[in-house]
């Protein structure tokens, strides 16, 4: 069993930067691949990004490839997802998600998740 909890998000203008955390706790954290998954008003959620256990391998939604980076701090049971660049369309409820493979970017993947974090971005 994990339990997952965001936290990070915030109001910013476009063009800022914003990182998210998410601290895991249960003891199959190191084990687990991690997803960052957001959803918008109105939208399905969607994949964001997704990292393997060991940090090493990472996937990333092809709209915010070379602004936003998945790490993880496996000795911190935590996941971080840093925003840069920010655009208002990154508006969303961003969530974290523990999985099986980093591959998975389907959201029905995912077995465990935190409540969401709110991320609004002014043009």
């Known amino acids: 069993q994990v339990q997952l909890v965001e936290s990070g998000g915030g109001l910013v203008q476009a063009g800022a930067s914003l990182r998210v955390s998410c601290i895991a706790s249960?003891?199959?954290?190191?084990?687990?691949?991690m997803g960052w998954f957001r959803q918008a008003p109105g939208k399905e959620r969607e994949f964001v990004a997704t990292i393997d256990w060991s940090g090493r391998r990472t996937n990333y939604k092809d709209s915010v490839k070379g602004r936003f980076t998945i790490s993880r701090d496996n000795g911190k049971n935590t996941v971080y997802l840093q925003m840069n660049a920010l655009k208002p369309e990154d508006t969303a409820v961003y969530y974290c998600?523990?999985?099986?493979?980093?591959?998975?970017?389907?959201?029905?993947?995912?077995?465990?998740w935190g409540q969401g974090t709110q991320v609004t971005v002014s043009s």
């Open positions: 998600a523990a999985g099986r493979s980093f591959s998975h970017i389907m959201p029905n993947d995912y077995d465990y």
């Open positions: 249960g003891d199959t954290f190191s084990n687990s691949a």
